[in-house]
């Protein structure tokens, strides 16, 4: 088959569908989109409420737990323990099929039915880590999401095997580090940036193997230097004494200096190592994985984003997670042994899903929420095989003939994702706002949900902050202070301070989530463009726009550079 130009429902941009694209859905056996890869990415991310916490009353027992659905939103919300159990049967809330109604009116109505986890987490791994939500295998932790296999951690984002680390972001086995984006196996590495291996590292970027590095940018195995310049032990000692990075306003004045430092050297158009035929940002031992975005152990990918947790196979428009992932298509936060799951959203071990949400265990089921270790269910209700298979082909075919219509008039037939409307997440409560941050107004105006602040979380600060950590007394964890970026209230914890005093850090004037933001920005968006190679000019795919300041190499000249 021909490549096919065609116009997205959402944006009206222009978008291709190449052979191989429709080779996938003909395996897959749904219908070309009819959105572009852009508009897909963001209306899947719309359905993932992961970091913003609330209290609220459990619907089974009556007390309150904390929760990331929001208190005011129309659903049924059940501790994660009961929710769990054999209490209750997801199964009882079953329904015929209406032929009268499309089938998105039915899921919706079956959503406000079918009670959902306050917290999405593998809970009875999860020790003295109450605050924390998309996360397994925690101890000691706070406010750490998608994270697992941690300890002694907080505000962390998309991280695995961490020790005693505080505001790290998409890391993997570290100890001891803060306010780093993108480090692999390091050790008291601070304010750093895509950095391997490095110990005693600070303000760095792109650093493999280092170690007692300040400032430093694209260097291999080296220690003792400052902002690229080498010095024996004592001289780099010496020159380090001159910093005082106890003071939040030295902090700040150096990371200027540092960024500003950085940006004469040439960044690598494509981060990732180990990979054949592929092409976006961050893909690690990929095969035939292009147009994707964190993805590791991934081959015959398209259109798919933070699969860090590998391997994954034969999937397009798959979005977070994976873990032994096949034959996925626009998914958003599925994985561990899944195989043939299309348009779901949590589900775990299960194989031939459609329209699923939060099921595990499970096989053969459409429109199903919270089903758990059955097979061959229709919205909740059992059926036989024989029975399933018919009833399937018969709803495919009335979605086809008589599709839901959201309030912008887009049209959603089978092969759509769950319309963002009917999500139980406003934008700005979910993943989309951290990667296509808009106002509240162009939310609306796109048929967005939104949810406005709670007013309560915007209270004046008790306390001015000191500049400096030595005056940080103890009473400072009583305080409550304000962001200065965004305004709202935030604290500090015990094991927070210790970690501030031992490796003199000056306490952060913004949130978590602020910082939070602050790191992701580092990382560059989701985003590919055509830009030249600045040293050889050759067509290069990147995640730099055109118009940004950092000098960008193609992979033969960057790796010429550094070697």
């Avoid at 280092?210 to 260097?219: D, E, Y």
């Avoid at 306390?463 to 970026?485: M, S």
Wanted: include cysteine; glycine fraction near 4%; proline fraction near 4%.
């Amino acid at each position: 088959m021909n490549s096919e130009t065609k116009n997205c429902q959402n944006c009206k941009s222009e978008f291709t569908i190449e052979p191989d694209d429709f080779a996938f859905y003909e395996m897959m056996k749904v219908p070309p989109p009819t959105w572009c890869p852009r508009c897909r990415l963001i209306r899947r991310m719309a359905w993932r409420g992961y970091q913003k916490l609330h209290k609220r009353k459990c619907d089974s027992t009556g007390e309150q737990v904390i929760s990331v659905i929001h208190p005011n939103a129309p659903y049924r919300v059940y501790r994660q323990d009961f929710w769990w159990s054999d209490k209750w049967d997801p199964k009882s809330y079953g329904k015929d099929y209406d032929f009268s109604k499309s089938f998105f009116v039915q899921f919706e109505e079956l959503l406000k039915q079918v009670p959902l986890p306050a917290l999405f987490t593998e809970y009875t791994t999860m020790v003295d880590s109450d605050y924390c939500n998309a996360a397994a295998t925690l101890r000691n932790c706070y406010l750490c999401f998608n994270a697992d296999t941690s300890e002694n951690c907080a505000y962390l984002n998309t991280i695995e095997g961490m020790k005693e680390c505080f505001d790290v972001s998409f890391a993997n086995f570290n100890e001891l580090c803060y306010q780093s984006v993108n480090i692999n196996k390091c050790y008291k590495t601070f304010y750093s940036v895509d950095c391997e291996e490095c110990q005693d590292v600070y303000f760095s970027r792109d650093c493999i193997g280092c170690t007692n590095c300040v400032g430093c940018v694209g260097l291999r195995k080296k220690s003792y230097h400052i902002l690229n310049q080498p010095y024996t032990k004592e001289e780099y000692e010496k020159v380090l004494a001159q910093y005082d990075f106890g003071s939040r306003k030295s902090v700040t004045d150096f990371r200027i200096k540092a960024d500003a430092f950085a940006l004469k050297f040439p960044r690598k158009a494509f981060r990732g190592r180990k990979n054949e035929r592929s092409s976006g940002d961050c893909l690690w031992n990929c095969k035939n994985v292009r147009d994707s975005y964190m993805v590791t152990n991934g081959e015959n990918v398209r259109y798919s984003q933070l699969l860090k947790a590998g391997p994954v196979a034969n999937a397009y428009d798959y979005t977070t997670f994976a873990m032994n992932a096949e034959q996925i298509y626009e998914c958003c936060w599925v994985g561990i042994q899944v195989n043939n799951i299309k348009f779901g959203f949590w589900d775990y071990k299960s194989h031939d899903l459609e329209y699923s949400f939060g099921c595990h265990g499970s096989g053969n089921l459409f429109g199903c929420i919270g089903v758990r270790g059955a097979e061959y269910c229709i919205l909740n209700k059992q059926y036989s095989k024989e029975e399933y298979v018919d009833l399937v082909t018969r709803i495919k075919k009335q979605m086809a003939e008589v599709p839901y219509q959201d309030k912008k008039g887009r049209e959603y037939r089978y092969g759509e994702y769950f319309p963002s409307e009917l999500s139980p997440w406003a934008y700005n409560e979910t993943n989309v706002m951290d990667w296509f941050p808009i106002s509240k107004a162009e939310a609306l105006a796109q048929g967005f949900l939104w949810r406005n602040p709670d007013v309560r979380e915007y209270l004046p600060a008790t306390a001015g902050l000191p500049d400096h950590i030595r005056d940080a007394e103890d009473g400072i964890l009583k305080e409550i202070f304000q962001c200065t970026a965004c305004g709202k209230n935030y604290r500090v914890i015990s094991m927070e301070l210790d970690f501030y005093r031992h490796f003199q850090i000056p306490i952060p004037a913004k949130c978590s989530f602020c910082r939070d933001n602050e790191r992701r920005v580092q990382l560059n968006p989701i985003a590919f463009y055509d830009r030249i190679c600045a040293k050889c000019s050759e067509a290069i795919k990147t995640t730099y726009a055109p118009d940004r300041p950092e000098i960008v190499y193609c992979e033969q000249c960057y790796q010429a550079e550094v070697a």
